[in-house]
């Protein structure tokens, strides 16, 4: 898959490259699927139940997902 950045850019995917390696390796490494439908759904859990709520990030103030974005939007409010 080409890469979304500029030509010569080795920081381009760095986070998409992080969030996979995670998935993998806490989630996808750990277990068998049965089905495609039920992998659909263990990632999907993952994702919003782990990931985005709880998860601190060290490229959003280490804040999780879900409060970077409700930082952001109580700032956007007050300053309107």
């Known amino acids: 898959m080409p890469s979304m950045g500029s030509v010569g850019d080795a920081y381009d995917n760095a986070m998409a490259e992080s969030f996979f390696a995670t998935l993998e390796r806490e989630l996808l490494n750990r277990r068998r699927f049965k089905t495609q439908t039920e992998a659909r759904l263990a990632v999907f859990e993952w994702i919003e139940g782990w990931y985005n709520p709880h998860r601190r990030h060290s490229s959003l103030g280490y804040l999780s997902p879900v409060n970077y974005e409700r930082r952001l939007l ?7």
Not at 74 to 80: A, C, G, K, P, Q
Request: proline share 0%; net charge negative.
């Open 74 to 80: 109580t700032t956007e409010t007050t300053t309107v």
